[in-house]
């Protein structure tokens, strides 16, 4: 083995990248290179503290070869024989291996919206020196990466990561297993001056609007064995989760058709969606200001009331809110008589004005093919498990189990069909009494009268807004833009692995939710630089890809008792630094190396 040194210009200076290589002879007495370790750039700053040659011991020869680390191409001095080092390269050893890529990349993006700044400022380092704007970084950084729970950071999740040596810190600085959940007890003052924080770093990297709003709500649940105390916000209601069983809070979130998050709110998990958007109304006006902001916001959120104090205020809140069914029964007859308006390639809408208000009733070819094709597919499979069910003649009550089931299966199909089942049996029967008539069977029918409703509301929703002077298809894509905020609740719940909660206590509950919001910010910005450089990819995606890249400990012994570590990041395989340069990342210098005593490598 021998090293190799390789050199490119850049910007008109000339950089040494030096590696470890290895000949091999192939069929055919062909001599290959084979790259065996990318030792990086080492400059002529280390170069003055080093002061050194390494030793190459080639396979079958008894004594050493020299190999000049610094060549006489470069006029540098080498000082006496004590300060050169001889390496056993025959005795290296890699240790350590760890992943790096992706802790990097959050960390650089970490930095990029300027958190550790913001933290550095507001969570000073303790008397006994502890770094808990370190411990936070951590935590939300193997919230986006790795999620779980606090104890297995601490036991394990650190080790295998580099975060110790992207932050300059050890395992006794960044993972002690109380310091992870005292850190919690420190953050939620500061939840507000976090958001105002987060909006005008994201307008100025990205040039974000927040002036149109769209608000929804989610659950999350615990599993803590009640019962809580009357002031915790852990209560049983209407879980999104379909986890009735367990306690839950309710989660509020505002986000931009971005993707970025404005604010949140925990709430109590037995609150009701409509009592929710007055608080946060007077939330955002306070902490942002006063200014025309469009609320979109699925139905059953907003109250009547509401709507009219939105239209009252000054300047007037506008907005764009979904309509319950009930509403579109009462409108129908008003809504057939009107003619449809094209108002783009496969929208057709008509405008029903009212008092200060306008009704969009809009439809979609796409989602009316795609709402009937999912219709039809839920019917044929509910109709052949009837006919299944009908051959089988099973007794009544697993008759009743198996219906459960495939109404659970097929919902949307379920209320288009008439199911008879047979009567419960009587629990005596008199001794002279005699049936002539039979018990009924199972039986089913399609109920053609719901079917026809169905079919001519497949695609099409009913918008009601306080905007008349906006074009209908704007309308339809703001209301349209709500998948933004469902992918929010998606991305919390699945890649960050929000639920289920195992905190018992009610501020470290909020705490572990506020640390999944943050992680959440990084994730949507690193988003929001894809949709620009990379299009078609997703975060989850980059974050695998680069998380290929390890870092590991070089050991080196050397001839008088030491030991020479250096500790390297993998080189990046092609595909991996075409991503880098698609996103205009570059990868930081490898870190300087180190020797250890000889004294201390005898113990």
């Known amino acids: 083995m021998f090293l190799r040194c390789k050199t490119r210009k850049k910007n008109g200076k000339a950089h040494r990248y030096w590696s470890i290589v290895e000949n091999q002879r192939g069929a055919g007495d062909k001599v290959v290179q084979r790259h065996v370790l990318y030792l990086g750039e080492i400059n002529d700053r280390q170069e003055a503290a080093w002061q050194k040659s390494i030793e190459v011991f080639p396979d079958g020869e008894l004594q050493p070869r020299t190999v000049a680390l610094f060549p006489a191409d470069r006029a540098l001095e080498v000082e006496a024989d004590a300060h050169i080092v001889r390496v056993k390269l025959s005795e290296m050893a890699l240790r350590r291996p760890r992943q790096w890529g992706a802790c990097w990349l959050a960390c650089h993006l970490y930095q990029e919206l300027e958190l550790d700044k913001f933290w550095a400022e507001r969570l000073p380092p303790s008397r006994k020196g502890t770094r808990w704007d370190l411990i936070l970084q951590t935590l939300c950084v193997y919230r986006w990466l790795d999620p779980g729970s606090e104890w297995r950071l601490h036991r394990e999740w650190f080790e295998r990561s580099a975060m110790g040596d992207l932050l300059d810190a050890d395992f006794a600085a960044l993972a002690e297993a109380h310091k992870l959940y005292e850190c919690h007890d420190l953050l939620l003052e500061h939840k507000s001056a976090l958001f105002t924080h987060l909006t005008q770093r994201w307008r100025d990297l990205f040039n974000a609007k927040f002036d149109v709003l769209l608000y929804d709500l989610t659950s999350t649940y615990f599993e803590s064995d009640p019962p809580f105390p009357e002031s915790d916000k852990r209560k049983y209601g209407y879980s999104r989760d379909k986890r009735s069983d367990c306690g839950q809070v309710v989660i509020a979130l505002i986000v931009t058709p971005e993707g970025f998050p404005l604010a949140y709110e925990v709430l109590a998990g037995n609150t009701s969606d409509k009592s929710t958007l007055k608080d946060f109304l007077a939330k955002i006006e306070k902490q942002y200001g006063k200014a025309q902001r469009i609320w979109v916001m699925d139905r059953g959120i907003p109250t009547e009331d509401i709507l009219e104090q939105m239209r009252q205020s000054d300047p007037p809140v506008l907005y764009l809110v979904g309509t319950p069914k009930g509403r579109l029964s009462e409108l129908e007859e008003k809504l057939t008589a009107l003619p449809w308006h094209q108002a783009r390639e496969g929208v057709e809408v008509k405008l029903l004005p009212a008092a200060g208000e306008v009704y969009v009733f809009a439809q979609s070819r796409d989602r009316v093919h795609k709402e009937r094709a999912m219709r039809r597919r839920q019917m044929h499979w509910l109709r052949d498990r009837f006919k299944e069910l009908a051959e089988m003649k099973p007794k009544r009550d697993a008759l009743l189990m198996k219906l459960g089931a495939a109404k659970q299966q097929a919902p949307v199909a379920w209320r288009l069909f008439d199911v008879r089942v047979p009567d419960a049996?009587?629990?005596?029967?008199?001794?002279?009494?005699?049936?002539?008539?039979?018990?009924?069977?199972?039986?089913?029918?399609?109920?053609?009268?719901?079917?026809?409703?169905?079919?001519?509301?497949?695609?099409?929703?009913?918008?009601?807004?306080?905007?008349?002077?906006?074009?209908?298809?704007?309308?339809?894509?703001?209301?349209?833009?709500?998948?933004?905020?469902?992918?929010?609740?998606?991305?919390?719940?699945?890649?960050?692995?929000?639920?289920?909660?195992?905190?018992?206590?009610?501020?470290?509950?909020?705490?572990?939710?506020?640390?999944?919001?943050?992680?959440?910010?990084?994730?949507?910005?690193?988003?929001?630089?894809?949709?620009?450089?990379?299009?078609?990819?997703?975060?989850?995606?980059?974050?695998?890809?680069?998380?290929?890249?390890?870092?590991?400990?070089?050991?080196?012994?050397?001839?008088?008792?030491?030991?020479?570590?250096?500790?390297?990041?993998?080189?990046?395989?092609?595909?991996?630094?075409?991503?880098?340069?698609?996103?205009?990342?570059?990868?930081?210098?490898?870190?300087?190396?180190?020797?250890?005593?000889?004294?201390?490598?005898?113990?």
């Not at 005596?428 to 049936?435: A, H, L």
């Not at 509950?509 to 690193?526: K, P």
């Not at 870190?591 to 113990?603: D, V, Y």
């Open 425 to 603: 049996p009587r629990r005596r029967k008199p001794k002279n009494q005699k049936t002539d008539t039979p018990e009924p069977e199972f039986s089913f029918a399609l109920r053609w009268d719901k079917l026809r409703v169905a079919r001519r509301r497949e695609g099409r929703y009913l918008l009601r807004s306080n905007m008349p002077e906006r074009p209908p298809v704007q309308l339809w894509e703001f209301y349209l833009q709500l998948v933004q905020v469902e992918q929010a609740f998606k991305d919390l719940k699945g890649d960050l692995g929000l639920r289920p909660i195992y905190h018992q206590d009610s501020a470290r509950i909020e705490a572990h939710i506020f640390i999944a919001f943050q992680a959440y910010c990084l994730h949507v910005t690193l988003g929001r630089r894809l949709r620009d450089l990379a299009p078609g990819l997703t975060p989850r995606s980059v974050l695998e890809k680069l998380g290929a890249l390890q870092m590991l400990d070089v050991h080196l012994p050397t001839t008088d008792g030491r030991e020479v570590i250096l500790t390297r990041y993998t080189q990046p395989e092609p595909d991996q630094q075409l991503l880098l340069e698609k996103l205009k990342l570059k990868l930081p210098a490898q870190p300087p190396p180190k020797i250890t005593a000889a004294q201390a490598r005898a113990k």
